[in-house]
């Protein structure tokens, strides 16, 4: 599982922006590790992908999305969610089949790259309106939201809650508890 802790940039700023540029590096080194792994060797990085997506998708649908849509960029905030829903299915679909399965590379080659282009959307697009639009103070706020959300969501896939904020927020809490619960039971932690 991941690190929460590793969500948070090593500086000494909360804003929403700064800890979602930090986790997008995060997200690229460990599908860099994911890749280049045999493939008895990928279960563990795998995982940590998996959580690490499912948690960063979760934590903007329910604290980055509504405040997008706030500031007028509805259409941003929409296309994002789209883009995420589409990429928790496919995790879901890598989850279910392995990363022994002979379609698992392909599979997973292609949602890296659709991952890196809906990273690149956020960047370009949906970053610098919330920037320009929303006070540090209030960035800052959003980032310690997102972190709490992060820790305490979902580390797996879920296609009922993806793309949808207010699902996320119904459900969210029950499939997050599922998911601890499922993990403590699959790596033998009995914390």
């Known amino acids: 599982m991941t690190d929460t802790e590793a ?3 090593d500086t000494a700023t909360e804003d929403v922006i700064e800890v979602l540029l930090h986790q997008h590096e995060m997200v690229k080194s460990t599908f860099a590790e994911v890749l280049s792994a045999p493939p008895a060797w990928r279960q563990e990085p795998f995982d940590r992908l998996r959580a690490l997506l499912a948690m960063h998708e979760t934590a903007e649908e329910m604290v980055l999305r509504p405040r997008t849509r706030s500031i007028g960029a509805e259409d ?4 994002r969610n789209s883009e995420e829903k589409a990429a928790t299915e496919v995790l879901a679909e890598l989850e279910k089949m392995g990363p022994e399965d002979a379609r698992f ?3 997973l080659t292609q949602l890296h790259q659709d991952v890196l282009t809906h990273a690149a959307a956020e960047e370009a697009m949906e ?3 919330i920037r320009m639009e929303v006070p540090l103070d209030e960035r800052e706020a959003m980032g310690r939201r997102l972190l709490v959300v992060e ?4 580390t797996h896939p879920h296609t009922s809650t993806a793309g949808s904020t207010g699902r996320s927020w119904v459900l969210g809490p029950f499939a997050s508890m599922v998911d601890h619960v499922r993990d403590a039971f699959s790596t033998g932690d009995d914390r």
């Open 127 to 129: 970053f610098p309106r």
């Open 105 to 107: 590379l392909e599979l």
């Open 76 to 79: 941003v905030a929409e296309m």
């Open 151 to 154: 820790k305490t969501g979902p």
């Open 7 to 9: 969500l948070r940039p």
